[in-house]
């Protein structure tokens, strides 16, 4: 149940996204998708099937998060766009 309403959000807010082309709400929608990665990897693990793929959802999880959370604005592809978007101004302002 936790997993379809994380997978609805992350559909929900990447569509919006999408249709409106702003990149306001991408780091909540990569938070949300790491919370999904992160409940599908310990779904794996529970159900006793200690495999690659449950350690990887998790690990690639915590590092979702630690792009969304843990760095500032300008290493996210949001902050990247916005910096080359200024630059671009300032050169052809000159």
Do not use: H
């Not at 690990?59 to 979702?64: D, Q, R």
């Amino acid at each position: 149940m936790v997993r379809i309403i994380l997978a609805i959000v992350v559909i929900v807010l990447s569509g919006y996204s999408l249709v409106t082309q702003t990149l306001e709400l991408m780091p909540y929608y990569v938070f949300f998708l790491g919370a999904l990665l992160l409940v599908t990897g310990l779904a794996e693990l529970q159900k006793d099937r200690k495999g690659f793929w449950g350690y990887m959802n998790i690990a690639i999880s915590l590092f979702i998060f630690f792009a969304s959370i843990g760095c500032p604005q300008e290493t996210t592809l949001s902050g990247l766009f916005y910096l080359f978007k200024k630059s671009t101004l300032m050169f052809n302002k000159a």
